[in-house]
């Protein structure tokens, strides 16, 4: 069972507060037959502390706000595309993986796992191990691969013909790929490789076979500079690993002008551990900060395979947390 089905979904503008927009509070108040003023002595009388108000904020909000709602293990929805058989291009990733369970779990749907050697991928992906990725030591749980076909997939050194050949027969692709930080002389160099034309090139192996959609893990801030915001903390923090922001909004650029039906999934920073707060999905370029479980993050773009309403969409989502989100501080496939 998804944990995403007792999540809400908020549009938000900011992360640092949870004011209510004019045009958000406007609303409520007609749908309750009560002023602005009762409406937020309200909501700050039967509070007590950020958590539930953000929960209370939430839930309101979403029945104003339903056309944006994803509904996640849904199979069809208004203007839903039929997903048959999906490629997870970067399976063995703490978010790949995840993926690949998930769409594992649903009936009557083929699921190809796209891994760099199939050996060594049919064995981690099978047993519970500690693993460190860059500066993260983190727990990775076994998933059931019997109903998952892997393949050979290296976006930097195969070929697009040779990508698309892997790819072909499926209709759909989930893109969770990401470099791994290490040697710091060479971050850039691996950044650039598989973020940026690694990527790019399984885009136009995309078109090639035929995939109608396309959904791709970003991350909050890889457009930092268009809306100023190159200084923050979590644009500072991150793209000092190999520039990787920069080299991903060149992919997220080369995915929307492909022609393709695509989401964008930008999480903030990602945990390993399951999620304890609600799910906020704000729109492009909105969110600064914030961290988010990798589950929420899996169920997201297993729901936008599927949802109609995440089409050529761009979502930025993080966890709520108790005492506001923190400071984007690293991403990690």
């Not at 009388?45 to 706000?65: G, H, M, Q």
Request: charge should be positive; glycine fraction near 8%; include cysteine.
């Amino acid at each position: 069972m998804m944990r995403l089905l007792s999540a809400v979904i908020v549009l938000l503008q900011s992360t640092s507060s949870l004011a209510f927009s004019p045009i958000i509070t406007r609303k409520l108040a007609v749908r309750r037959g009560i002023s602005i003023e009762a409406l937020k002595d309200d909501i700050n009388d039967s509070v007590t502390n950020r958590r539930e108000l953000f929960n209370k904020v939430a839930l309101t909000t979403a029945a104003v706000t339903a056309s944006t709602f994803i509904t996640p293990g849904t199979t069809k929805t208004t203007n839903a595309v039929e997903v048959k058989k999906v490629v997870v291009a970067g399976s063995t990733g703490q978010t790949g993986r995840r993926v690949l369970e998930r769409l594992a779990n649903q009936g009557g749907l083929e699921v190809v796992g796209g891994v760099r050697n199939v050996d060594k991928a049919t064995k981690s992906l099978s047993e519970t191990s500690t693993v460190v990725r860059g500066a993260m030591v983190q727990k990775v749980s076994s998933i059931d691969t019997s109903s998952v076909q892997l393949k050979h997939l290296d976006v930097v050194m195969d070929s697009v013909d040779q990508i698309a050949e892997t790819i072909s027969g499926a209709d759909s692709l989930v893109i969770a790929l990401g470099f791994i930080p290490g040697n710091p002389f060479k971050m850039n160099d691996e950044a650039h490789k598989v973020d940026n034309i690694g990527t790019c090139k399984l885009i136009d192996a995309a078109k090639k076979a035929n995939i109608k959609k396309v959904v791709m893990v970003s991350s909050i801030l890889t457009d930092a500079r268009t809306w100023g915001k190159e200084k923050s903390p979590g644009f500072t923090i991150t793209n000092a690993f190999g520039q990787v922001l920069d080299e991903k909004i060149i992919a997220e650029k080369y995915l929307r002008s492909s022609g393709l039906d695509y989401t964008i999934v930008r999480p903030g920073g990602l945990k390993a551990k399951p999620p304890t707060g609600g799910l906020i999905v704000s729109g492009e370029n909105t969110l600064d900060s914030g961290e988010i479980s990798r589950d929420l993050v899996a169920d997201v773009c297993v729901a936008s395979l599927t949802d109609g309403k995440a089409s050529n969409k761009v979502l930025e989502i993080i966890e709520a947390e108790e005492g506001g989100p923190k400071v984007f501080n690293g991403l990690n496939m």
